[in-house]
T-cell receptor, first 110, second 116 residues
Framework: DAKTTQPNSMESNEEEPVHLPCNHS???????IHWYRQLPSQGPEYVIH???SNVNNRMASLAIAEDRKSSTLILHRATLRDAAVYYCILRYSGNTPLVFGKGTRLSVIA | EAGVVQSPRYKIIEKKQPVAFWCNPISGHNTLYWYRQNLGQGPELLIR????????DSQLPKDRFSAERLKGVDSTLKIQPAELGDSAVYLC??????????????FGSGTRLTVV
């Protein structure tokens, strides 16, 4: 599996935008970029995914670099409920399981 | 729609005792996963089912762990005997068939196991 690199932790002020980076320099052409987050005492939850183009949904936006070697998860207005561990995961186009790293622990300050 | 349901939520057992975890996936989801999450780490896959068939169990410690998914719906993960190092959160997830790389998993809230 291609690897991803994320900062161990980040901090944000409430109601400010948050940009969570992910490097994946060994990504292959068929790897999708997935983001999951895990709130305290909960299982991970799906946030967003993409292949080449930027993606938006009600939770977040995903910005993918033109060379696909990095991506950024964007939370437009952080709330205290967004405090979680965010995982960036590459997944081959086949039916392969998610492989989690350590993720980025996001703290949101009121 | 009900999510992935796991029970129990918490379990404390003495070492060498057996323990079992139960998972009810989302209705219609053919693929079921069991993950183990140690403190401060991301989840690690233990086993993946397609319907009732275990298609990937390479990470399951088969000397003490076993799993089953009868009729391709509910699943049970068992540890016998439990060791101190088995203390972790055990997560179940499901996804529809064919979602593959383009679809999301739905995880349950997990069972937190403490072995003393």
């Amino acid at each position: 599996d291609a690897k991803t690199t994320q900062p161990n932790s980040m901090e944000s002020n409430e109601e400010e935008p948050v940009h969570l980076p992910c490097n994946h320099s060994t990504i292959s052409g068929t790897d999708y970029i997935h983001w999951y987050r895990q709130l305290p005492s909960q299982g991970p939850e799906y946030v967003i995914h993409g292949l080449t183009s930027n993606v938006n949904n009600r939770m977040a936006s995903l910005a993918i670099a033109e060379d696909r070697k990095s991506s950024t998860l964007i939370l437009h207005r952080a709330t205290l409920r967004d405090a979680a561990v965010y995982y960036c995961i590459l997944r081959y186009s086949g039916n392969t399981p998610l492989v989690f790293g350590k993720g980025t622990r996001l703290s949101v300050i009121a | 729609e009900a999510g992935v349901v796991q029970s129990p939520r918490y379990k404390i057992i003495e070492k060498k005792q057996p323990v079992a975890f139960w998972c009810n996936p989302i209705s219609g989801h053919n693929t079921l996963y069991w993950y183990r999450q140690n403190l401060g780490q991301g989840p690690e896959l233990l086993i993946r089912y397609e319907n009732e068939e275990a298609v990937d169990d390479s990470q399951l410690p088969k000397d003490r762990f076993s799993a089953e998914r009868l009729k391709g719906v509910d699943s049970t993960l068992k540890i016998q005997p439990a060791e101190l190092g088995d203390s972790a959160v055990y997560l179940c997830a499901s996804s529809p068939r064919g979602q593959g790389a383009t679809g999301g998993y739905t995880f349950g809230s997990g069972t937190r196991l403490t072995v003393v």
